[in-house]
T-cell receptor, first 114, second 113 residues
Framework: AQSVTQPDIHITVSEGASLELRCNYS??????LFWYVQSPGQGLQLLLK??????LVQGIKGFEAEFKRSQSSFNLRKPSVHWSDAAEYFC????????????FGPGTSLSVIP | NAGVTQTPKFQVLKTGQSMTLQCAQD?????MSWYRQDPGMGLRLIHY???????DQGEVPNGYNVSRSTTEDFPLRLLSAAPSQTSVYFC????????????FGPGTRLTVT
């Protein structure tokens, strides 16, 4: 079965500092991987996704993520955080068959100090 | 396109009452799903469907029923609401053939007293 862990429940960074949010997954084959962001009181917005090919993927809002098969990880990074990046971030894993489900991690809450 | 729509936005139920959360999408997506979001637990999959007439259980299906009679609609039914079902519910849809990106509705905040 698929599962996703996000080891950091809450992270606080200063504006302008770099950011890395961790995501580890468990799945028997190579999965599809996603990062979503949720601002307070809002729905979810897709930041980026990995299906195949280059293991470093670029997303919206200056985010990137790197798929490391050997570590079963898909960490999200941003070189310089803006105050507007304060939000909840979710990693998700989907199976490589059409008819399977997407499972989400518990989320990491990001606070940004001005 | 309206995308994924959910009604109602807010709902308060008493324990034992029943209700249906509505979800509709106008993108002709085969795959639709329901999640519940609780603090510290992320989004947990309740039920999903890969097309009209086909549904399956997710991680937390107990207490919920679904059906999929059309491609567009995927209602979630609570037959006898319990306080443990107080949550925010999100419906999502995605294209099975192309991007695998899920499009989420705005959510329904449900309180069961």
């Amino acid at each position: 079965a698929q599962s996703v862990t996000q080891p950091d429940i809450h992270i606080t960074v200063s504006e302008g500092a770099s950011l890395e949010l961790r995501c580890n997954y468990s799945y028997g084959a190579t999965p599809y991987l996603f990062w979503y962001v949720q601002s307070p009181g809002q729905g979810l917005q897709l930041l980026l996704k990995y299906f195949s090919g280059d293991t470093l993927v670029q997303g919206i809002k200056g985010f990137e993520a790197e798929f490391k098969r050997s570590q079963s990880s898909f960490n999200l990074r941003k070189p310089s955080v803006h105050w507007s990046d304060a939000a909840e971030y979710f990693c998700a894993v989907g199976a490589r068959t059409s008819y399977d489900k997407v499972i989400f991690g518990p989320g990491t809450s990001l606070s940004v100090i001005p | 396109n309206a995308g994924v729509t959910q009604t109602p936005k807010f709902q308060v139920l008493k324990t034992g009452q029943s209700m249906t959360l509505q979800c509709a999408q106008d993108m002709n997506h085969e795959y639709m799903s329901w999640y519940r979001q609780d603090p510290g637990m992320g989004l947990r999959l309740i039920h999903y469907s890969v097309g009209a007439g086909i549904t399956d259980q997710g991680e937390v299906p107990n207490g919920y029923n679904v059906s999929r009679s059309t491609t567009e609609d995927f209602p979630l039914r609570l037959l006898s609401a319990a306080p443990s079902q107080t949550s925010v519910y999100f419906c999502a849809s995605r294209d099975l053939e192309f991007s695998y990106e899920q499009y989420f509705g705005p959510g329904t905040r449900l309180t069961v007293t």
